[in-house]
């Protein structure tokens, strides 16, 4: 299972930088595109969770996931 706690890790960090600048007022240009980076980063990071649920037979895959 410590693969699932590195990419919940992951995942965690990358929603907070996204937050930050979410909630940032006078976004740049380059707020933006970082905040496209940064959902296609949490996709993938899910993706992957998601995977490895399958992969590894859970009935639940939810349970991948550290909420």
Sequence with gaps: ?????????MLEHENDRYRILK???DKTEED????????QSIGEIR????EMADID????PG????Y
Excluded at 1 to 9: F, I, K, S, V
Excluded at 57 to 60: A, K, T
């Design 32 to 39: 933006f595109e970082e905040m496209a980076d940064l959902y």
């Design 63 to 66: 349970e991948a996931f550290d």
């Design 1 to 9: 299972m410590g693969e699932y706690a590195r990419l919940n890790r």
């Design 57 to 60: 037979g859970l009935d639940d």
């Design 23 to 25: 909630e940032k007022p």
């Design 47 to 50: 993706g992957s969770l998601l």
